[in-house]
């Protein structure tokens, strides 16, 4: 069973070449190292706009990718 309570919503997704960055309704910008995921990494443009959000993420179909807002409150070690 799993269950996550997720308290972030993105409004807004974008990219720079090392990094996806996420806005929240609350005006927080968050962002996560694409080095976690190659598929993004290695994606063009746009592939990378080509996403769906939801409750718990984001997912990019032709891709195979998921990107779960939990995670962008995690340390990049």
Known sequence: YYNE?????????WFSDDCI???TY???KLSQSLKWY???????EVQRTAF???SMG????QLDEDV??????????
């Open 26 to 28: 609350d005006g927080e």
């Open 52 to 54: 769906r959000l939801s």
């Open 5 to 13: 309570e997720v308290t972030t919503k993105a409004k807004e997704v």
């Open 38 to 44: 190659p598929r993004l990494a290695e994606a063009t």
């Open 68 to 77: 779960s807002f939990k995670s962008f409150t995690y340390k990049d070690e």
């Open 21 to 23: 960055f996420i806005e």
């Open 58 to 61: 984001i997912h990019w179909e």
